[in-house]
């Protein structure tokens, strides 16, 4: 495969998206009732963070049960990101009613390998933030076994050419980027720019799992 059709991918995201908001928002219900807990303490924890980092206010302690909230939002990203990526890729009889995600051999293969991108693509912040976009870049074909092992798929190995991983890269981040942009550019509300934090990630996770659907549709043309 010699590249990724970006144009067709992104409206084939938005289409998407606009036939399943319907189930996108059902699968979201388990989710988010699990993020609640971290949600509500999140205004204070952003309080606490400015002090710490900026020296803004005063230090104050974190919040009680805040380990177990975070451990609760991390386990409620993944539940939603498994369910997208199986909705998109295996259609809705794939997902739980209300999207509700069970420990399982599925989620623990996907735990491992989300664990390791994430500590791979946030290192590197330590060093230089500009180093991040071309970690991700980079990992962009082990990054694509999440969408597999969501779908219970086994893990693989995937060659792309640089022309695809640069393809992936503009329509998963490069849509996210620009919105971000004309967010900070108009100065919007709070209740606006975490709406539009929640349609990121759907984004992602939409445009994310249609590039692999298309690849894993290639692969197989080739094969046979």
Same mark, same amino acid.
């Given at each position: 495969?010699?590249?990724i059709p970006i144009r067709q991918t992104i409206l084939a995201t938005l289409a998407?998206?606009?036939?399943?908001?319907?189930?996108?928002?059902?699968?979201?219900?388990?989710?988010?009732?699990?993020?609640?807990?971290?949600?509500?303490?999140?205004?204070?924890?952003?309080?606490?963070?400015?002090?710490q980092l900026f020296g803004v206010g005063e230090v104050q302690e974190y919040p009680?049960?805040?380990?177990?909230?975070?451990?609760?939002?991390?386990?409620?990203?993944?539940?939603?990101? !498994?369910?997208?990526?199986?909705?998109? /890729?295996?259609?809705?009889?794939?997902?739980?009613?209300?999207? /509700?995600?069970?420990?399982?051999?599925?989620?623990?293969?996907?735990?491992?390998?989300?664990?390791?991108? =994430?500590?791979?693509?946030?290192?590197? !912040?330590?060093?230089?933030?500009?180093?991040?976009?071309?970690?991700?870049?980079?990992?962009?074909?082990? =990054?694509?076994?999440?969408?597999?092992?969501?779908?219970?798929?086994?893990?693989?190995?995937?060659?792309?050419?640089?022309?695809?991983?640069?393809?992936?890269?503009? !329509?998963?981040?490069?849509?996210?980027?620009?919105?971000?942009?004309?967010?900070?550019?108009?100065?919007?509300?709070?209740?606006?720019?975490?709406?539009?934090?929640?349609?990121? !990630?759907?984004?992602?996770?939409?445009?994310?799992?249609?590039?692999?659907? /298309?690849?894993?549709?290639?692969?197989?043309?080739?094969?046979?």
């Amino acid at each position: 495969m010699n590249n990724i059709p970006i144009r067709q991918t992104i409206l084939a995201t938005l289409a998407f998206a606009f036939s399943n908001w319907q189930k996108l928002l059902e699968f979201s219900v388990f989710p988010f009732l699990a993020a609640i807990p971290f949600i509500t303490i999140l205004p204070e924890l952003m309080t606490i963070l400015q002090a710490q980092l900026f020296g803004v206010g005063e230090v104050q302690e974190y919040p009680r049960f805040y380990e177990l909230y975070l451990i609760m939002f991390d386990y409620a990203y993944m539940a939603l990101i !498994i369910n997208i990526y199986r909705l998109v /890729v295996s259609g809705h009889g794939s997902v739980a009613r209300l999207g /509700v995600v069970f420990p399982s051999l599925r989620l623990g293969r996907f735990f491992l390998l989300f664990l390791f991108l =994430s500590i791979a693509t946030q290192f590197p !912040i330590i060093i230089s933030p500009f180093l991040v976009p071309i970690i991700y870049f980079l990992l962009i074909p082990m =990054s694509l076994n999440l969408v597999g092992l969501a779908n219970d798929a086994p893990y693989k190995k995937n060659k792309l050419r640089l022309s695809v991983q640069f393809g992936i890269l503009i !329509i998963k981040l490069g849509v996210p980027a620009i919105l971000v942009g004309l967010i900070i550019l108009f100065g919007v509300g709070e209740i606006i720019f975490w709406a539009a934090m929640v349609l990121i !990630i759907f984004w992602m996770a939409i445009s994310f799992a249609l590039c692999y659907k /298309v690849i894993m549709a290639n692969n197989s043309a080739q094969i046979r």
